[in-house]
């Protein structure tokens, strides 16, 4: 258990951003599940929808710092790239 008041803090700071994470990266699974699923039933439009979805929360999770900057990047990198060539 922590002795100092300053780790008393972090530890209760780590359980709420570690809720926090956890359900952000949650969301981004199920909505890059969703781009995928659209992807493999050739539908453009849900495809373009959902990967313009799922690129402003990787972009948002970036700023947040859930996620690395390049990993967002390369995600969104990933969606147009299938976009494009469904288009």
């Known amino acids: 258990m922590a002795n100092t008041k300053s780790a008393i803090k972090a530890a209760r700071k780590t359980l709420r951003l570690t809720v926090r994470n956890r359900n952000v990266k949650t969301r981004l699974k199920t909505l890059y599940k969703k781009f995928e699923q659209a992807v493999a039933a050739n539908d453009a ?5 959902a990967g313009a979805q799922y690129a402003s929360a990787v972009d948002k999770a970036a700023k947040k710092g859930v996620v690395h900057k390049n990993m967002a990047n390369h995600a969104k ?3 147009a790239k299938h976009v494009t060539a469904k288009a």
Do not use: K, L, Q, W
């Open 77 to 79: 990198s990933h969606v």
């Open 45 to 49: 439009a849900a495809a373009r929808t």
